[in-house]
């Protein structure tokens, strides 16, 4: 079912979701890529060491329910589903491109 013959409601929930969850793999490379910068080595924080995963996950999390809210709420509003055949369209790029940003902080930052 394509997003012009969805209910724009179900449409605002789909897409909602899978740009939330976008967003949240983004802003964790970012956050990651950021401490990674001025982080001291791992050996040298053992006790603590979980503690600023623990903070980017949460953060993630909470900027990808912000964006998911956000886009499922502009297509849910849109009844011309205009706004839902873009973000279809954007979503197989945005995903491959995410999944090239966690790769490589993944390589880059142990």
Known sequence: MSAEHMPPRRAGLALGLALGWLVVGAAYVVQRLADAVDEPPITAVRATATIPYFWRVGSSLA????????????????????RAAALLRALPALSIALGIALSIAMVAVP
């Open 63 to 82: 900027a990808g329910a912000c964006a998911g809210l956000l886009a499922g709420a502009a297509v849910a509003l849109d009844p011309s589903g205009a």
